[in-house]
Every structure is written in C-alpha cells, then in structure tokens.
C-alpha cells in the first residue's frame, strides 16, 4: 500500500480550505473579497475533484478489500481510531461529491449575493465532512460526520433560503436528529458487545448475534437511514428543505445528502445483520411500493417546480431501496447506479429551476409556459435531464431503474409490477414539467425578456448531460466499480 | 497518633489559606478602604495560587481527621477544576461589573471563597457530618451571594426562595442522616458502608427506616445539584441573580454535589445500590425531560440555561447509574466539559449589552442577540459552537460527554434510559437552535455592544478552543481521570 495518505489529505482539503477563507481572503472592498473567495472556493473544489479523479485511477477494481487505508488512535482505552478507506462503492459517491461542488460554486456565483464568504466555507465545510462520511471504517467517525452534516445544511437552508426557510431548516435538523440518535445507541449496544467501532471487524462479528436482538438493532439504524434516504413515511422534511434551499443547497441535498441514507444500509444494516434485513425485506418493499406510487401522484400535481422535483427524488429513491433489498446482483447494481444517476440528475434539474428562478423571480409553473423559443439552448440540456429523470433508455436513468427493477422482479414479481407503474408516473409528471414550463403560450411578460443561457451555466449544464448520456450507453465501467464488492455483500445471502 | 496534626495540616492547606485569607480580607476590608478595592485581584491571585500548589502536589490515598475526611489525588483534581472554574469566573465578573459601573462590594469575593471552602469539604468529606458541614458553609455563602444586589426585588425574592428551599433541603438531610446514624450507629462512609455488608446478606434484609435515610440523604443532595424532583428553585434564581453569579451557581455547586453524591452512592450505599439505582434512575429521567421541555418556552437566555442545567445534572445521573470507576470517570468527564462549556456560555452572554435606550430590552433576553452574528462575528460563532457542544452535536466536545456516559448506561444494561436520554438531547437540540437562530438568521434589532477586557477574551477563546481540541483529545482527558479514580 502506498505511503501517500490519499483519503486524509482529500478530507482536509476541503476542510482546511474552508479554514484559510475564514482567516486569509481578505480585502477591505467588498465586492472584490466576495470575488476572491468565490474564485478560491472554486479551486480549492477543483483541485478536490482532481485529487478524487487521481484516487480513482489508483483503485484497484479487483481487489475486494478497503483501500488507501489509513488507522491512527484517537480514543485508545475504548478501541476507537481515525480509520479510512474506500471501496468502490464509496469512491463512487465521493467522485460525485467532489464532481458537484465545483458545480454548486458556480450555480451560487450570482445567485447568492449577502454574506459570500460564510456561504463558500459552509460549502467546502460541507464538503469535507459528507467526504467524511464515506471514508470512515470506524462507526463512531461514521456517526460524527453524519449528525455534523446537519449544522452547514442548517445554516446554509436557514440563512440564504426562500421565505419559510427556519421552519425548513428546524424541520430537517430535527427529523434527521431524531432519526440519528437511535444510531448513537445501536452503535454503542454493538460496541458494548464487541468492544470495537471498526466496521470491517464489525461485519464479521456481527454474525454471531442473536436474530431478536438484531431486529431491533436493524430498526434503530433503519430509522436513521429511512429518514435520510428518505423513505415514506419519514419524507416529509424533504419537500419543505428543497423548496426553500438555495439552487446549490438543493443540488448538494439531492445529489449527495439523498445517498447518504442508501449508502448506511449498504455500509452497514445489509452487512451486518443479513437475517434481520432478509426478515425486514417485505416491510421495505412495501414502504419503497409506497413511496413511488404516492409520491409520484403528489408529484403529478404541483405546481412548484421545485417541490416537484422534491418528490420525484422520494420516488426515485424508492427504486433504490427495492434494489437493495431485492438482494441479488442486478438489483444491487442497479441501486447504486441508480444512487449515481439521480445525484447528476435530479442535481441538474434543481439547477435547471435554479437558472429559471434567477431569471424569473418563480418556481411556480403556471408562470412559465413558452420559454423554449426564447432559450432555445438551455430547452435542450433541460430535456436530455427531463428524460434522463425519466429512464428514456440510453440516458444514466434509464440504467439504474431497469436494474433495479429487474433485480425486484426477480425477488418478488408483486414489486417489480407494482414499481413499475411508478416509472409510467414519473413519464407523465416529468413530461407535464417539461411541457408546461418550456411549450405553450407566453403566460408571463417576464418570458419574453428572458437571456438564454451564459457560458458558465452551459459548461455547468454540458459537463452534466454528457456524463449522463455517456454512462447511459456504456454504465460498464462504472457498474465494474463496485461489482466486486457487490458480490462481497450478496455472499452473505446466498 | 501523636503527631498526626503536623501531617494532616498539609492535606487541608488549600482550605487552611483559603479560610484564612477570606478572614483576613473581610477585616482588613472594613479599616483599609484600599484593600477592599483590590480584594478582586487579591482573590484571584490566591486562587491562581491554589491552582498551581493542587497541581504540583502528589498524594497517597488516605483519611484524615480521624476518618473525618479522605484526601486522595482524585478529590485534589476536583478541587483543581473548581478553583479553576472559580478563578474563570471572577475574571468575568470584574468584567461584567465594571463594562456596567456596578459597584458589587468586595463581600462578594469573599463569599466565593467560602462557598469554595464548602465545596472543597464536600469533595472530600468521608463521613456524613463534614459532608453537612460543607453543604452548610457552601449553601450559607451562596444564599447570600444570590442576594447580594440588594436594590433588586428580583434578586431578594430569589435569595430568599433559595434560603428557604435549601434550609428545607438541609433539614431533610439532617433527618436522613440521623436515620443512617441510629441504625448503624456512625456518620463514617467506611463504618456505614461495612456496618450494612456484614449485617444484612441481600437488600431484602436491610430495615426499611436505613433505605429511607439513604434516600432522605440523597434527595437532599438532588436539592443542591438541582437534580428534578427538586429543581424548583433553579430557574428563578438563575433569573433574579446577577449574571456572574448565574453563572457561579450554575457550575461550581454542580460539580462539587455530584462528586459528594458519586463518593455517597459508591461508598457509604455501595450494598443498597439495587435501591438507590431506581431513584437515581427516576431523577435523571424527570431531570432530563424537566430541562428538555422546559426550556423551549423561556425568553431570557438565564432561565433557559438553568433548564439546560437541569436537563445536564440528568445526563450525569445516567453515568452514576451503573456504578463503578468507569461510570464515575464518564460522570466526571461530563460534569467537567459541560462545566467550562456552561462558564464559556456564560462569558459570552455576559460580554453583549443592550445600548438601545428607545428599544430597551431587558438584558440576557434571548431577543437581545438578534443579529448578532453580524455585529460580532467571532462572539456568535464561539456561543454557536458551545451551544452546539451543549447539545452534543459532533466536532465540540459534549458529543463525546454524552458518548461516555450513555455508553456506560447501555454496558450496565440501561438501554432504555439510554434511549429517553437520546431523545430527550433531540428536544433539547430545538431550544439550542432556537438561539443560533436568532442570532444567525434574525436581523439586528436592538443595538448591541461588545465590550470585553483583553484577559476577558483570551480567556474565553481559550474555553472555546479547549471544548474544540477536546473533541480530538478527549480520550487523554479521560485517561487522566480513569487513573485518578
């Protein structure tokens, strides 16, 4: 192994980054400081990406084990270390992490206008810890990052969201809380009977415990991750955080906030207690039949763009749960590329309203209508995202909820039947999106002075639809990613 | 035997100059108006002092006075922390008093350094009539402290409740005591401790008057740490005193009354644990609740904190439940964060004053700090952070407070106290919130000022680092006090 200590240094660059902002970028001219720290947060994401990409080409996809793993003490009398590393599975989610950053910068570039300079280092703060998040192998690391994701995403919905954004901001604080406190205990009943936090070590102690202790373990960490996810019943913060979230907020929250959820039930409830989640299959399969069939209903009539595509990514979600509790090979595949698809994707449609809202002061349908003969440009990358959410075969959506679907068929035809109707509603509100935002009369006088897209938001939107058609037609190379310990997981099911 | 006092002499010398200098400045005081003015200084130079001869000396275990008193390093560290928290907050005392031109009286210095000497007797008390002596000399002191503006209503009505109260509270300790003493026949933690072990093989057999002088005993010290059921006098006397000495009540007392409670629970009771289990089981769920939902009300930021002080005492109560050194460590470990936590909270309040003659709002109103992380950036960040702490959220130091002692709860087998007290954190978050939100996401209504002394500051941005770098130290802080105990 290499001496580098990659995933440390990936951490602390956002988090130091964030640091030197703080205290270096400073000019008396506000406007100008405003414009170094927008251009400092802007490479120091950059350089992240880059950094992640150098990981990437670093990884040895036929190994099985973690990689780039790092281990120093931290609380030694309790057995609990600074312990890293990645699989494919969570390199994955990083490269889509650092891959939206840069692009949440330069969607807020001109979009956020009071106090810059707290927002950018809640951004990259944001950041380090979700990249936190996917490189602890240690529980309790696992634990701290996921709550302190809440305080950026607190602060960043309640001081530059919409009118109702402390009620937001209270409500996801709270919801997620409450949901992660029954982890704290979980962790610490494991702990007292195993006397470690490491999470390799854990999933193969886990085994030996007894089936009625470990249902109740599976539900303490099942009501952390369902309300992340979030599945239904437990979605309600959603809708309200997105709608009033600022345009980077809502693509950070759906693109990589969303995953955090399916990646606990990947990392840890699927690995440690095969039994209970196999007994608990049922019980997410019709929580995740739920969630697509009413949700995308909901969907079927907002009139927010926003909150519409709030709902969408509940139902979107529910595909990725059907295909990891399916528990075979495509479904698993298919949910996490699901979980990669719908963060470029619904990423790009919250940018998308993003770029009308900052034309048009709205994100209320029945005020658009006939915008695609005045921005003929952005129509275009707006739909390739419209049929993408949508799974039109050949885009990265398509991909991820045919797997899945398949991999539900195959453990229960009731399911895949059932989700399946989710895909023809999600056809018919995507469409109804599309059409009453881009088609039609001019229903507002604002249209007609609309600008089409600038050269920012076109590479913005441009890098995004290219990676989705392209892993569209050929998902190999990202599917070959995390095959291996795909496998790795499924064994214990066989 | 003979010679026993010259030894002994040197285990109580910081309670020897402590007494002596408080007498000596109390009289001095009255003939030399000089020296009454630098009383302040004085003060703190002696318990600077303090500090550094309890950190340089080293002990063996042992009683003192016959068995009166026990004197260990364990019990010199907690004497250390509380001379240090008391150092803390003279420091922003003067502060406070000069920013707003009160001339508090140099009385005040010197009942701090009583209500300390009653502390340090608590701490290290091994039988029942010092620990009475301590809480006595500790309560007459604080009563008298929470009355010292005598020109406010508020705070005479607040003296008096707790005056009347505490007295309550002590007589019930006497009566407890003398039910202990009848049947066992000595106030010795030791002597009472062995007494009940030999003579009664299982909890059944022990008579029920001795359980309920233990519980007597016990409730009177939930009274001093202002544990629920007998937390009624917290919020109004946090309310009507002067805010430096909130902030003394709310941490001194605290830590001293848990370390007597935790020497009483292990020591003395150690074989009626079963029994004394259930009620400290009942107290720390009511504490914690009573401070969770009490506080979501409050408007004065006072108030509110002595809810969160309630709710604390809980969370501690669940680390003293299982028994054992690792459960007294993490008891310790919480009661110690929470502690400069809680002073650096204080501090921070305690810097921002309400200049706005037209809109005057009473000082410590929540109100008052609308806006405020844009008037004094670095203030709302630090009162930010250590609420979070408070509320245990990950990257401050009271996440790993509550990390210990709930894990200590759940190796005993307490999960579902452990899962009250999660939940309970979760409501307490909403109120925690509720101020980084006025002062985040509020605009400046009144016009607020920061005023503080260059010491001032650098003692509060040391708290405030020290909660941040404990988060990453922790484990060493716990080592520390695992050995010590």
Redesign the interface.
């Known amino acids: 192994m290499s001496q580098i200590p990659y995933l440390t240094i990936l951490f602390l660059l956002p988090l130091l980054g964030g640091l030197f902002i703080t205290f270096f970028v400073k000019n008396k001219d506000e406007e100008q400081r405003n414009i170094n720290v927008k251009n400092t947060t802007l490479w120091i994401s950059i350089f992240t990406f880059i950094w992640s990409l150098i990981i990437l080409y670093n990884f040895d996809t036929d190994s099985s084990t973690y990689q780039f793993v790092e281990k120093l003490k931290w609380l030694p009398q309790h057995g609990i270390g600074y312990f890293v590393g990645v699989d494919g599975i969570s390199l994955s989610m990083i490269i889509l992490t650092t891959l939206l950053l840069p692009i949440c910068v330069l969607a807020s570039w001109s979009s956020i206008k009071h106090r810059v300079k707290e927002f950018m280092v809640l951004f990259l703060l944001l950041e380090a810890f979700i990249i936190g998040i996917f490189i602890s192998l240690d529980l309790l690391m696992f634990y701290i990052f996921f709550e302190a994701v809440l305080i950026p995403m607190f602060l960043i919905i309640g001081i530059w969201g919409g009118e109702n954004r402390i009620y937001s901001a209270y409500k996801l604080f709270l919801y997620t809380l409450a949901g992660s406190v029954l982890f704290l205990v979980a962790m610490i009943y494991i702990y007292t009977q195993f006397g470690t936090m490491e999470i390799p070590k854990l999933q193969r102690l886990s085994a030996t415990m007894d089936l009625d202790v470990t249902k109740w373990l599976w539900l303490a960490f099942f009501a952390s991750f369902a309300v992340k996810v979030p599945m239904f019943p437990f979605h309600t913060w959603l809708p309200d955080a997105h709608v009033q979230a600022p345009t980077a907020g809502s693509v950070i929250l759906a693109g990589v906030l969303l995953k955090l959820g399916a990646y606990g039930f990947i990392r840890i409830s699927l690995p440690f207690f095969p039994e209970a989640s196999l007994y608990y299959q049922d019980f997410v399969f019709i929580l995740s039949v739920i969630a697509i069939i009413y949700t995308s209903l909901i969907a079927l009539v907002q009139e927010d763009m926003k909150k519409l595509i709030a709902y969408s990514s509940v139902a979107h979600m529910g595909f990725v749960t059907i295909g990891l509790f399916s528990f075979n090979t495509q479904g698993f595949d298919g949910a996490i590329f699901q979980m990669i698809s719908h963060g470029l994707v619904s990423g790009a449609l919250f940018l998308c309203v993003g770029v009308l809202y900052e034309r048009l002061h709205t994100k209320s349908l029945d005020k658009m209508g006939g915008i695609t003969t005045k921005m003929p440009n952005f129509a275009v990358l707006f739909m390739v995202f419209t049929m993408a959410s949508v799974g039109l075969p050949g885009l990265s959506g398509f991909v991820g909820e045919f797997l899945a679907l398949l991999g539900g068929f195959t453990a229960n035809y009731m399911v895949g039947i059932l989700a399946s109707i989710g895909v023809i509603l999600g056809a018919a509100y995507m469409l109804r999106l599309y059409r009453e935002s881009m088609y039609g009369d001019i229903k507002n006088d604002a249209v007609n002075s609309l600008q089409d897209i600038n050269i920012t938001e076109k590479l913005v939107l441009g890098v995004l639809a290219v990676i989705t058609i392209v892993i569209g037609i050929y998902p190999e190379p990202v599917l070959n990613l995390f095959d291996i310990n795909v496998e790795n997981i499924l064994r214990l099911y066989r | 035997m003979t010679n026993f006092i010259p030894i002994n002499l040197l285990f109580v010398l910081p309670e020897i100059i402590l007494s002596i200098a408080g007498m000596a400045l109390l009289a001095g005081g009255v003939f030399f108006n000089k020296l009454a003015k630098s009383t302040p200084a004085i003060t703190i130079i002696i318990l600077l002092a303090i500090f550094a001869f309890l950190f340089t000396v080293n002990i063996n275990d042992q009683t003192i006075f016959n068995g009166l008193a026990k004197s260990s390093n364990y019990t010199n560290f907690i004497k250390l922390i509380l001379v240090l928290a008391a150092a803390i907050v003279l420091i922003f005392t003067n502060n406070y008093f000069n920013e707003r031109l009160i001339n508090i009286g140099y009385e005040y210095y010197i009942l701090i350094i009583y209500s300390l000497v009653g502390m340090f007797l608590m701490v290290s008390a091994n039988s029942l009539i010092t620990l009475y002596m301590g809480i006595e000399l500790q309560s007459l002191s604080l009563y008298v402290l929470a009355g010292i503006n005598k020109k406010s209503a508020k705070s005479s009505e607040a003296s008096l409740k707790y005056f009347i109260l505490g007295a309550v509270a002590s007589c019930i300790f006497l009566f407890g005591a003398s039910y202990v003493y009848g049947y066992t026949g000595s106030f010795d933690y030791i002597d009472i401790k062995n007494f009940v072990g030999k003579n009664y093989e299982s909890i059944t057999q022990v008579p029920s008057p001795l359980i309920l002088g233990a519980v007597l005993v016990i409730a009177a010290l939930f009274f001093k740490v202002s544990a629920a059921p007998f937390h009624m006098w917290t919020p109004d006397v946090y309310e009507g005193v002067k805010t430096p000495v909130t902030a003394y009540f709310s941490v001194l007392p605290k830590l001293a009354g848990v370390v007597a409670l935790i020497n009483m629970l292990n020591g003395t009771f150690l074989y009626v644990k079963p029994m004394w289990q259930q009620v400290v089981y009942f107290a720390a769920v009511a504490s914690m609740f009573i401070g969770a939902f009490g506080a979501i009300t409050q408007i004065n930021f006072k108030r509110l904190l002595a809810y969160s002080s309630i709710g604390h005492i809980g969370y501690a109560l669940v680390g003293i439940i299982a028994g054992g050194g690792e459960s007294i460590t993490s008891t310790v470990v919480y009661l110690i964060i929470y502690m400069f936590t809680s002073l650096a909270v204080f501090g921070c309040i305690m810097a921002v004053q309400n200049k706005d003659i037209d809109n005057a709002v009473e000082d410590e109103q929540i109100a008052n700090y609308a806006g405020l992380s844009q008037v004094n950036p670095a203030l709302a960040f630090m009162v930010a952070a250590l609420l979070?702490s408070l509320a245990g959220?990950?990257?401050m130091a009271g996440?790993f407070a509550k990390?210990y002692v709930?894990?200590q709860a759940?190796?005993a087998g307490y999960?579902i106290l452990?899962?009250l007290g999660?939940?309970a954190?979760?409501i307490s978050?909403?109120y925690y919130?509720k101020i980084i939100?006025t002062m985040?996401?509020d605009e400046p209504k009144h016009a607020i000022q920061v005023e503080m002394s260059r010491l001032y500051k650098v003692v509060l941005y040391v708290l405030v680092a020290a909660n941040l770098l404990l988060f990453?130290f922790?484990?060493d802080l716990?080592?520390y006090i695992?050995k010590l105990v």
């Open positions: 979070l959220i990950p990257f996440f990390f709930f894990t759940i190796d999960i452990a899962i999660v939940i954190s979760v978050a909403y919130l939100k985040y996401f990453i922790v484990s716990y080592g695992e």
